[in-house]
């Protein structure tokens, strides 16, 4: 069956400080795996997307892993800050444009 | 920067009434899709266009129809509300001729059916 599962469901991080997003996938056949981040109130916006062939892409303090092997990716955010509390939330593409296997999400808040 | 519209933040509709959700997008995209988001779930589909007055059913479509009489529209029509379809509703548009083209979504429409 195919499937993500994010891990952990939330996570409460003091302001400056790193954390890391985790996201396993059983999706077959495996095309491509996005990170959404989505504010409260707001629709997700694309962060990254990480292509069978690629391992770390960073955008700005978001640097995302992607371990096809163990078919595992992780987001890493460095030096938190308060308007990165958010829902993070990963989808895997299968070998179509609209088969889309979504993750339930990450809650992260940033505490001052 | 893409803009997806969708008509409505908040909802709030009795049993048996039928409900319309419009969702507008300026982009020219070919792709349209709607979803429902639930507290602990991923995103479902429901349903989804990649051309005028074409759809095709996503994973939970009982209960719902769509209309895109054009390119930039696309409505989700609830035929007779129930309480099981109180909901956060989520529109995304897309290109379909661009490989590992991003979902660009709406901020949502929040519905209670009571």
């Known amino acids: 069956k195919n499937q993500v599962e994010q891990s952990p469901q939330s996570l409460i991080i003091l302001e400056g400080k790193n954390c890391t997003l985790q996201?396993?996938?059983?999706?077959?056949?495996?095309?491509?795996l996005r990170w959404y981040k989505q504010d409260t109130g707001r629709g997700p916006v694309s962060l990254t997307i990480?292509?069978?062939s690629e391992n770390t892409k960073s955008n700005g303090r978001y640097t995302a892993t992607l371990d096809a092997d163990t078919k595992q990716s992780s987001l890493h955010i460095t030096a938190s800050q308060l308007s990165d509390s958010a829902s993070y939330i990963c989808?895997?593409?299968?070998?179509?444009?609209?088969?889309?296997?979504w993750g339930a999400g990450t809650k992260l808040i940033i505490k001052p | 920067d893409v803009k997806v519209t969708q008509s409505s933040r908040y909802l709030v509709k009795r049993t048996g009434e039928k409900v319309f959700l419009e969702c507008v997008q300026d982009?020219?995209?070919?792709?349209m899709f709607w979803y429902r988001q639930d507290p602990g779930l991923g995103l479902r589909l429901i349903y989804f266009?990649?051309?005028?007055?074409?759809?095709e059913k996503g994973d939970i479509p009982e209960g719902y129809s769509v209309s895109r009489e054009k390119k930039e529209r696309f409505s989700l029509i609830l035929e007779s509300a129930s309480t099981n379809q109180t909901s956060m509703y989520l529109c995304?548009?897309?290109?379909?001729?661009?490989?590992?083209?991003?979902?660009?979504f709406g901020n949502g429409t929040r519905l209670t059916v009571t």
């Open positions: 995304a548009s897309s290109f379909s001729d661009r490989v590992n083209s991003p979902l660009h």
């Open positions: 982009m020219d995209h070919e792709n």
């Open positions: 266009s990649y051309d005028v007055k074409m759809k």
């Open positions: 996201c396993n996938y059983t999706v077959s056949p495996f095309s491509n």
């Open positions: 990480m292509t069978f």
């Open positions: 989808v895997a593409k299968g070998d179509s444009n609209y088969q889309l296997i």
